[in-house]
């Protein structure tokens, strides 16, 4: 059975960073799409940022602070977050999917809160 388990949440100052970590377990295939995910009290579930093999996609509101990385080996997949700013605060869920026709799989979510 698929398992997404994240980490690295946790709570920060304005300006401070966090690293989260997504790793998928229960496959020996590796993921060619994975994502970032945040969803905010009160708004719906929205893209941070999507990695591939051969591309990266981010949310304008994270381009230049956020980064996506991943680690084939592992089967897993970081979001590096700098420059974090109070909306920035949310539930942050990881997904995998082998291909865009396969099923999608997401983790468990982690709390990600930045005060000011």
């Known amino acids: 059975q698929v398992q997404l388990v994240e980490s690295g949440g946790g709570l920060v100052q304005a300006g401070g960073s966090l690293r989260l970590s997504c790793a998928v377990s229960?496959?020996?295939?590796?993921?060619?799409?994975m994502g970032w995910y945040r969803q905010a009290p009160g708004k719906q579930r929205e893209l941070v940022a999507r990695i591939t093999r051969s591309s990266t996609v981010y949310a304008d509101s994270v381009k230049g602070r956020f980064t996506i990385s991943r680690d084939n080996a592992k089967n897993t997949v970081y979001l590096q977050m700098n420059s974090l700013k109070p909306e920035d605060t949310a539930v942050y869920y990881c997904?995998?999917?082998?291909?865009?026709?396969?099923?999608?799989?997401w983790g468990q979510g982690t709390q990600v809160t930045v005060s000011s």
């Open positions: 997904n995998a999917a082998l291909t865009e026709h396969t099923a999608l799989y």
């Open positions: 229960g496959s020996s295939f590796v993921f060619n799409i």
